[in-house]
T-cell receptor, first 112, second 114 residues
Framework: GENVEQHPSTLSVQEGDSAVIKCTYS??????FPWYKQELGKGPQLIID?????GEKKDQRIAVTLNKTAKHFSLHITETQPEDSAVYFC???????????FGTGTSLTVIP | DTAVSQTPKYLVTQMGNDKSIKCEQN?????MYWYKQDSKKFLKIMFS???????INETVPNRFSPKSPDKAHLNLHINSLELGDSAVYFC?????????????FGPGTRLTVL
């Protein structure tokens, strides 16, 4: 099966700085890569996703890049704000079952 | 309107008991899932149902039995609860089976087994 690794496990940045979280995957068949944000006591919420036919996608302060050759994808958050503080998960998916393989999560703290 | 809802939000029970967690989605999605999130925040798929039919069944003890009365509901029944079952359980749904698609998660049920 697929194996998704995520780094770093914790990340602290000053408000206004950028944050980058990286994930690698093992199965070249994976074709869908969502990123989820989980706030304390809540369920994961999709913040951005990318499919394997695209190399980069941006939505306001959030961007995701995908390198299929190297099998890695990254989340970039610019101009971070305290409300960006949460746990972020990457995932990879392929196949008819739409099974998501999640990374181990990154706890992001934005220091005011 | 809540897209994916779960009840109860918190569940505290004794070892050996049987309990159920309910999930409902009002998104009109065909596929529903159950995930377990352990104390280290690791998210792992347990089951997936498409139109009331089981399509993913990861290696979980057979004390866990999902039940889907219709495509908008996927309940999780757990028999003979053990300490190691303590975790947060999330229900999720996605639109179409057979393609990779966004999953929408419920708020979670925190299960504590004493």
């Amino acid at each position: 099966g697929e194996n998704v690794e995520q780094h770093p496990s914790t990340l602290s940045v000053q408000e206004g700085d950028s944050a980058v979280i990286k994930c690698t995957y093992s199965d070249s068949a994976s074709n869908y890569f969502p990123w989820y944000k989980q706030e304390l006591g809540k369920g994961p919420q999709l913040i951005i996703d990318i499919r394997s036919n695209v190399g980069e996608k941006k939505d306001q302060r959030i961007a995701v890049t995908l390198n299929k050759t190297a099998k890695h994808f990254s989340l970039h958050i610019t101009e971070t704000q305290p409300e960006d503080s949460a746990v972020y998960f990457c995932a990879a998916s392929y196949g008819t079952g739409n099974q998501f393989y999640f990374g181990t999560g990154t706890s992001l703290t934005v220091i005011p | 309107d809540t897209a994916v809802s779960q009840t109860p939000k918190y569940l505290v029970t004794q070892m050996g008991n049987d309990k159920s967690i309910k999930c409902e989605q009002n998104l009109g999605h065909d596929t529903m899932y159950w995930y377990k999130q352990d104390s280290k925040k690791f998210l792992k798929i347990m089951f997936s149902y498409n139109n009331k039919e089981l399509i993913i069944n990861e290696t979980v003890p057979n004390r866990f039995s999902p039940k889907s009365p219709d495509k908008a509901h996927l309940n999780l029944h757990i028999n003979s609860l053990e300490l190691g079952d303590s975790a947060v359980y999330f229900c999720a749904s996605s639109q179409v089976a057979g393609v990779t698609d966004t999953q929408y998660f419920g708020p979670g049920t925190r299960l504590t087994v004493l």
